[in-house]
């Protein structure tokens, strides 16, 4: 069964970020997706909350091969302890994911694990605009 992963903030795609070097050769990209979700800004970061409320969140969908080196990597960068996806501002779990051509597949997806109501909101669906935004003001 294939692995996939969706990523909604700075391991976008379209995001300079380093540590992208490191996992590249095991990432395809796959496509944009959505997930029931709300989006919260944590400063140099994004955070998703499931929502079931009609929100969405866009991201990215990635075809992993050799998932479990490109997972320990990334839940390393997302501050999971070592083998506790459960655990830590974010977790790792798994949720369907609705692509641009009406396809589901099941997704790893790094949820904020934490209370969000001292968090400001992110409006856009998608980060990388609300960045954009963001930076113009």
Known sequence: MPDYL???G?????????????????????????????????????????????EEVIGDVFLLSEADRVLRILDKYEGIPEGRPD?????????????????????????YNLDPKERQPIKYKNYLNYLKNKSIR
């Open 6 to 8: 969706f990523v909604y």
């Open 10 to 54: 700075t391991l976008r795609r379209d995001y300079d970020l380093k540590l992208k070097n490191r996992v590249s050769g095991n990432l395809q990209y796959v496509g944009q997706a959505k997930v029931g979700a709300a989006l919260y800004d944590l400063g140099r970061y994004p955070g998703a909350v499931r929502s079931r409320k009609g």
């Open 87 to 111: 655990q830590g501002e974010f977790v790792r779990k798994k949720g369907k994911v609705k692509l641009r051509s009406g396809k589901e597949v099941n997704a790893w997806i790094y949820w």
